[in-house]
């Protein structure tokens, strides 16, 4: 059975009034969550995810996290439906937890937006999620580079979150434990005030798991704290592998399509979390089911009258 030994970590932050971020610590289950929505919806809905995960039945492989996260989204759309105060509220939400079953130890990882996890092993650091931010979809495109994304004005524009649409797209993996690895759980109020060289460091020098998460938040209070801050660090004491794990410990990948159907924008830190009418403001947007549907049946129209014109003009020669 896998071993864990584990540390948190969250603060509001120097700007915000709340924290609408959440995490878990309920071992084998690991989770950070970052709310956004309005006065009370964002710390609503990142609850929503997090108690959902505290309470999930037996998680035995990645689809059973990937349905459980499913659950939670429709939990939250539904919610959001019958309060009009919490209309479009969403969150992100990374999860790394021990997955129940026999044979080999074996964890399991989901994410949906742009909280991260990181893994540390022999020193070195190394970020098993990809945010599902419009930042990363740049850099992807090689639009943009990894420095100029660090410091972009809308690199709090994700591309995916619960709470948005019904069927969410949910990215995960099934990773081989490894005795001496570190895995940290955050979301982006640490690394868009810390980067990735000091949290190495700070992982690599700090053997308590609870000290290196208090050290990390207290390090992204310091360099500016522009947002909530929320740090799990979880080591890995005990498991029982079987095979020799490969060097990226990744046994399975379910990554689903890259298809930013939604952009969700976090509230300016200028007007944080007051009032329910940051809904209104278009400083939180999201686009509906029904523009989504209508934009998506006239790029089909367009693709068929194309090819007809290719038809007939091939006809005509
Ligand atoms: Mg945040």
New binding site residues.
């Given amino acids: 059975m896998t071993g864990f030994v584990f540390g948190a970590a969250t603060h509001t932050g120097k700007v915000r009034r709340t924290n609408?971020?959440q995490l878990l610590t309920n071992a084998p289950m690991f989770a950070v969550a970052?709310g956004?929505g309005g006065h009370r919806g964002g710390e609503i809905a990142s609850a929503m995810v997090v108690d959902a995960l505290a309470t999930a039945a037996t998680v035995a492989t990645i689809d059973d996290l990937i349905e459980e996260v499913q659950e939670a989204n429709v939990r939250i759309i539904n919610r959001g439906r019958l309060d009009r105060e919490l209309k479009g509220m969403g969150t992100t939400v990374t999860v790394l937890t021990g997955l129940q079953r026999a044979g080999p130890d074996r964890l399991g990882v989901a994410n949906v937006g742009d909280s991260r996890l990181y893994r540390l092993t022999d020193g070195t650091l190394c970020q098993h999620t990809e945010d599902h931010s419009l930042v990363e979809s740049l850099v992807r495109d090689g639009r943009l580079t990894r420095a100029e994304a660090a410091v972009h004005p809308q690199r709090?524009i994700i591309t995916r979150a619960l709470g948005i649409d019904e069927r969410v797209l949910v990215d995960a993996w099934e990773l081989v434990p490894v005795v001496g690895d570190r895995y940290l759980l955050c979301?982006?109020?640490l690394f868009n005030e810390v980067d990735e060289d000091e949290i190495c460091d700070v992982l690599n020098s700090i053997g308590s798991a609870q000290a290196a998460a208090d050290e990390l938040v207290d390090r992204a209070v310091t360099a500016g704290g522009r947002?909530?801050i929320t740090v799990v660090v979880v080591d890995i004491t005990a498991a029982d592998i079987g095979d020799k794990p490969p060097d990226d410990r990744v046994i399975a990948t379910h990554l689903a399509l890259q298809d930013p159907v939604s952009t969700v924008e976090?509230p300016d830190t200028d007007a944080l979390d007051g009032e329910a009418s940051d809904l209104q403001s278009g400083q939180y947007r999201h686009e509906s089911v029904p523009a989504i549907m209508t934009r998506r049946l006239v790029l089909l129209v367009v693709a068929a009258l194309i090819v007809l014109a290719v038809l007939l003009t091939a006809i005509a020669a």
């Fill in positions: 609408q971020d970052d956004m709090n979301s982006d109020g947002d909530n976090s």
